[in-house]
């Protein structure tokens, strides 16, 4: 056997161990011969796997079922507990910090609020103090590493900050420089709509094939395309700025200094603005503009529906540039319900080309609660899986 032929064959294992173990992680018991039918491998070739990752310990015998009539079938299933990773979510108005096993369970969750005079000083103070709770937590032998979900975009490699519109005073923040300097780790990086969409193809909410566009509608907007359920990242993987694609060349202030951004339009901030609620604490904003908007408040109305009929158009764009198999809504605004997703869905079928929109699956993934720290933490799990010999 010449090299070529050991290497492809190296790769072919190593494919087949990351498939079975992106599969345990989102399944429980599990037979052998299930996998055999769930990978579409042959028999010889999963005996071989779940053997090597028994004896590595990442898997573990789980009792038998009886099949009908045959003998039993021994289960197996990941050990969850194997290793654990933490995930620290960056936002404007709070940080949020969870440790979670191989199988994304939550163990630890902690969340800490900025006050209202948010400067770089607080912001830098509320995260070590999240990040020292969640290490003291963890069994440092145990700990995958760090990943760190931010928001505005990144200058270069190291993930230095820059138009952070929503928070200028973190212009510049280099965060691997601080996790590796104040605990010893280089953080693993991301912004907070590409950790979203790793908690989407972690779980398997997504096609397996095909293109599939993600859109994370909240206080920033954002969309990361999916190619056969995987992650396409950009430069320094970063998702882009979705959110500050001009809308309305004359229209409102944006807070990255331009006017007219799809943020500036159909935001969480932006419609409680729109609302006048600026009084109210950041926190409690969008909640008042969805208790009014279900409370049938005319202005309310209003104002969401000409958010729900931009984010239409702005979607219905992507998908006249990009044809994609199937679109998908998560986030925040989705607390606003079914006649909100609807009429997003409406227009993305009145803008979008026939021959785009006919088949086209358009979902709603839900509000996605602590999805953002779960999927950077997940991005430690992908590189364990990846390189699992
Ligand atoms: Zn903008």
């Known amino acids: 056997m010449d090299k070529d032929e050991i290497l492809k064959l190296k790769n072919i294992k190593k494919r087949n161990t990351i498939a079975t173990l992106q599969l345990l992680r989102r399944l429980d018991k599990v037979s052998r011969v299930e996998l055999v039918e769930l990978l579409k491998c042959d028999g010889a070739t999963i005996t071989r796997i779940t053997a090597s990752l028994l004896k590595k310990g990442i898997v573990k015998r789980a009792g038998s079922k009886s099949s009908d009539g045959g003998r039993p079938r021994e289960n197996i ?3 969850a507990n194997y290793r654990y990773a933490i995930g620290i979510e960056l936002d404007a108005n709070f940080i949020t910090g969870v440790a979670v096993d191989l199988k994304g369970k939550i ?4 969340t800490l609020q900025l006050g209202e005079q948010r400067n770089r000083k607080e912001f830098l103070k509320i995260l070590d103090k999240i990040t020292t709770h969640c290490l003291e937590f963890c069994d440092r032998k ?8 931010a928001f505005g975009t990144f200058a270069n490699e190291n993930k230095t900050l820059e138009s952070v519109a929503d928070f200028h005073a973190l212009e510049n923040f280099n965060i691997t420089d601080f996790f590796t300097r104040k605990y010893g780790i280089v953080p693993e990086i991301s912004d ?3 950790a979203h969409a790793n908690y989407i193809t972690g779980s398997g909410i997504c096609r397996n094939s095909g293109l599939s566009l993600l859109f994370c509608l909240g206080r ?19 998702s882009g700025e979705f959110g500050h694609t001009i809308i309305d060349i004359d229209g409102v202030l944006c807070n990255c200094g331009r006017r007219g951004c799809l943020e500036a339009i159909a935001s969480s901030l932006s419609m409680a603005k729109q ?12 909640p008042e503009v969805v208790k009014r908007y279900t409370e049938n408040d005319s202005i309310a109305v209003k104002v969401v529906k000409s958010a729900a009929r931009t984010l239409g158009i702005a979607i219905a764009n992507q998908v006249n540039s990009l044809m994609p198999d199937e679109v998908l809504l998560t986030g925040e ?17 009145e803008y979008a080309f026939p021959a785009f929109s006919r088949n086209l699956v358009f979902s709603n993934c839900g509000t996605g609660e602590n999805h953002v720290v779960i999927g950077v933490g997940a991005l430690l799990i992908d590189r ?6």
């Open 77 to 79: 299933q990941l050990d």
């Open 107 to 110: 163990l630890k969750h902690e």
């Open 142 to 149: 145990k700990l995958l590493g760090i990943g760190v979900a």
């Open 192 to 194: 907070t709509t590409t």
């Open 220 to 238: 920033g907007i954002g969309c990361v395309p999916l190619v056969d359920s995987k992650i396409t990242f950009s430069k320094y993987s970063h």
């Open 275 to 286: 609302l006048n609620l600026n009084d109210l604490p950041d926190i409690r904003r969008f």
């Open 333 to 349: 605004l989705l607390k606003l319900g079914d006649p909100f997703f609807e009429l997003i869905r409406e227009t993305v079928y």
């Open 384 to 389: 364990l899986f990846q390189n699992f010999e």
